[in-house]
T-cell receptor, first 115, second 111 residues
Framework: EAQVTQNPRYLITVTGKKLTVTCSQN?????MSWYRQDPGLGLRQIYY???????DKGDVPEGYKVSRKEKRNFPLILESPSPNQTSLYFC??????????????FGQGTRLTVV | DAKTTQPNSMESNEEEPVHLPCNHS???????IHWYRQLPSQGPEYVIH???SNVNNRMASLAIAEDRKSSTLILHRATLRDAAVYYC????????????FGAGTILRVKS
């Protein structure tokens, strides 16, 4: 089954403790991205990757890092999480970078709470 | 990014058609019109997209105005499972993959 898998689904952590949210897709997609969703602010893009070893900032990249060492994986790293990063996070992928005529697939989400 | 305007919420009866409008008066000639929906506690899900012509798929139909300044997502027979937030998004053909989500329309379906 074609899917984007995020782990963990739920995470409670403390301020400053590094964490990684994993994202994997099994569709050989070139483009992957991370979004966060907050009440009243909607979904906002954090980082994206056009292909392996090609990443760039989205609209709200502060406090996050990403890497794309393999085509299928696109982990989101919070080196020193803070309470304002408490949010619902979604990973997404789509087939061809640079094309608007494609469908994006989203993961089920990771609900992160930083205390 | 070109902006879209959608009603905050709509209500429908089960088994009846639903027409969800979207205004995009500043659309450019290279913008695709995409629709996604987000069911409660789930990630966004692709529904349909088009450029100029009306489109149909197994989930819905997309009717695009001749001047492309507005579009309508049509669910032919609403079910309870269709209750979700529906997002109308313009995707620039040049910048491709980025999705800019607005507030969307909350669709409530009554049984």
């Amino acid at each position: 089954e074609a899917q984007v898998t995020q782990n963990p689904r739920y995470l409670i952590t403390v301020t400053g403790k590094k964490l990684t949210v994993t994202c994997s897709q099994n569709m050989n997609h070139e483009y992957m991205s991370w979004y966060r969703q907050d009440p009243g602010l909607g979904l906002r893009q954090i980082y994206y990757s056009m292909n392996v070893e090609v990443t760039d900032k989205g609209d709200v990249p502060e406090g996050y890092k990403v890497s794309r060492k393999e085509k299928r994986n696109f982990p989101l790293i919070l080196e020193s999480p803070s309470p304002n990063q408490t949010s619902l996070y979604f990973c997404a992928s789509s087939p061809r970078s640079g094309f608007a005529n494609t469908e994006a697939f989203f993961g089920q989400g990771t609900r992160l709470t930083v205390v | 990014d070109a902006k879209t305007t959608q009603p905050n919420s709509m209500e429908s009866n089960e088994e009846e058609p639903v027409h969800l409008p979207c205004n995009h008066s500043t659309i450019s000639g290279t913008d695709y019109i995409h629709w996604y929906r987000q069911l409660p506690s789930q990630g966004p899900e692709y529904v349909i997209h088009g450029l100029t012509s009306n489109v149909n798929n197994r989930m819905a139909s997309l009717a695009i105005a001749e001047d492309r300044k507005s579009s309508t997502l049509i669910l032919h027979r609403a079910t309870l499972r269709d209750a979700a937030v529906y997002y109308c998004i313009l995707r620039d053909r040049e910048y491709g993959n980025k999705l800019v989500f607005g507030a969307g329309t909350i669709l409530r379906v009554k049984s």
